[in-house]
């Protein structure tokens, strides 16, 4: 696991602490639920991260660039947050001039958002076992799994409303850390 | 600012699941009652009791001490 060693005085630092700890260690403990509840997920797991462990003689905690070779493990990850999103709230905007939703007009200055349940469970996107765990979902086709990927509200949104931040955050995240933290983690990027 | 720390969520979350899998054995100690769960911004869950094991051959504790 990442430690965080912060330089106290950094501003960034202290929200990492909060926030950052906060959406990680939920994403974790929902990891856990649900490979624990379902035993047949559990062992195909384990046996994807065996398997390369054995194959590439591995002696040292798993890279996250490696982690990306294992597609159950990424398929079981998403599968985890988009039933149990860290963060559940909506995220208001203003609605626009002229704004319809199925039929419904919504007066301009409205404040509205999407709650990420609602979203990750829509049997529309999802399909009528929305609300089941079912990691292969995402293991289709390429096509489908990039469908799914952009209709997930896990990771900061997606569209034109995204997180601004999306593609910047883990820039700011190395330098807010403890320089030998951050070199373990820029390698991870850079192997 | 809270979501652009998610990426950093992401990469933790592959990394931590792939290495606690390799390293333990682990299940809910009540299945019908693995968590209380207090929602505000956050999904917060609470009284989360597993039980967890070293697998045979785990090098975590080498590994550990280590880094």
Request: hydrophobic share 35%; aromatic share 12%; proline share 6%.
């Amino acid at each position: 696991m990442l430690h965080l060693v912060s330089h106290p005085n950094n501003p960034l630092t202290r929200v990492c602490r909060g926030a950052g700890a906060d959406t990680t260690s939920i994403g974790m403990r929902a990891c856990l639920y649900f490979v624990a509840k379902y035993p047949d997920v559990y062992r195909k797991l384990q046996a994807e991260v065996d398997q390369f462990y054995t194959d590439n003689k591995l002696d040292r905690p798993i890279s996250y660039v490696e982690t990306q070779r294992l597609p159950y493990l990424q398929a079981v990850v998403k599968e985890c947050t988009r039933l149990f999103p860290s963060i559940v709230y909506q995220l208001l905007r203003y609605a626009p001039n002229n704004f319809t939703v199925r039929g419904y007009k919504i007066p301009a200055g409205t404040h509205v958002g999407i709650s990420p349940l609602a979203q990750n469970r829509d049997k529309e996107i999802w399909g009528q076992d929305a609300d089941e765990f079912h990691p292969e979902r995402w293991m289709q086709d390429e096509a489908r799994t990039k469908y799914l990927d952009t209709s997930t509200m896990t990771f900061g949104g997606n569209g034109p409303r995204m997180c601004v931040g999306r593609n910047i955050a883990l820039v700011s995240f190395l330098q807010s850390c403890d320089a030998s933290n951050a070199n373990a983690v820029a390698s991870d990027r850079a192997a | 600012m809270l979501l652009t720390l998610m990426p950093s969520l992401q990469i933790e979350l592959h990394k931590f699941l792939a290495q606690f899998i390799r390293n333990f054995d682990f299940e809910m100690v009540d299945p019908k009652k693995p968590w209380r769960i207090t929602t505000y911004w956050f999904a917060y869950q609470y009284d989360q009791h597993m039980k967890i094991k070293l697998r045979p051959g785990s090098k975590i504790r080498e590994w550990s001490e280590k880094s």
